[in-house]
């Protein structure tokens, strides 16, 4: 089993601040995707990352792919209350028709 | 299109009880998927289908019985519902063939065992 490790588990900040996400694997993924759920719903996908290095933007969101296949971060930039909510990296594998999900971030923005 | 349905929106069972958590999605999708999520462990993989007739068991298999007759279809079977089943589970879709296996996710079930 691919292992996701995602931190911090929790964050609360004001509405405004800059906040950055992690998600680290001892393992290589093909691709990397970050999904955001709120409570009561599913998992809604944000962005996928293919390639090594590769940064994507989706306003205020920005994503990017460690270099190595093995990690990414999730920038927000000026964070806004409508950004609260589980934030869930799940990796996919070569030739293995599975996605691994790591355990979330929680956030948490406070107007 | 209605993406992925999920009946029904709560259950409450009691221990030894069977029931079927039905899935359906119509974005002609091959590749369907159920998770069970719960509280600090995450999204877990139980079962999933690479298209009608084919399954296969993912992370927690165990307690859970699929099948795929159809694209559009993909029931959960809880064979006798055990307290440790309770949990909130997910039905997902996504195309097979894509390197990337984006999925979209039903609402979810929440299920309680008693």
């Known amino acids: 089993t691919q292992l996701l490790e995602q931190s911090p588990q929790f964050l609360s900040i004001q509405e405004g601040e800059n906040l950055t996400v992690y998600c680290n694997s001892s393992s290589v993924f093909s691709s990397l995707q970050w999904y955001r759920q709120e409570p009561g719903e599913g998992p809604v996908l944000l962005v996928t990352?293919?390639?090594?290095?590769e940064v994507k933007k989706l306003k205020r969101l920005t994503f990017q792919f460690g270099d190595a296949r093995k990690d990414s971060s999730l920038h927000i930039t000026a964070a806004q209350p409508g950004d609260t909510g589980l934030y869930l990296c799940a990796g996919a594998d070569y030739g293995n028709n599975r996605l691994a999900f790591g355990k979330g971030n929680q956030v948490v923005v406070i107007p | 299109n209605a993406g992925v349905t999920q009946t029904p929106k709560f259950q409450v069972l009691k221990t030894g009880q069977s029931m079927t958590l039905q899935c359906a999605q119509d974005m002609n999708h091959e590749y369907m998927s159920w998770y069970r999520q719960d509280p600090g462990m995450g999204l877990r993989l139980i079962h999933y289908?690479?298209?009608?007739?084919?399954?296969d068991q993912g992370e927690v298999p165990n307690g859970y019985n699929v099948s795929r007759s159809t694209t559009e279809d993909f029931p959960l079977r809880l064979l006798s519902a055990a307290p440790s089943q309770t949990s909130v589970y997910f039905c997902?879709?996504?195309?097979?063939?894509?390197?990337?296996?984006?999925?979209?996710f039903g609402p979810g079930t929440r299920l309680t065992v008693t």
């Open positions: 289908s690479v298209g009608a007739g084919i399954t």
């Open positions: 990352v293919v390639t090594g290095g």
């Open positions: 997902a879709s996504s195309l097979t063939g894509t390197s990337s296996y984006e999925q979209y």
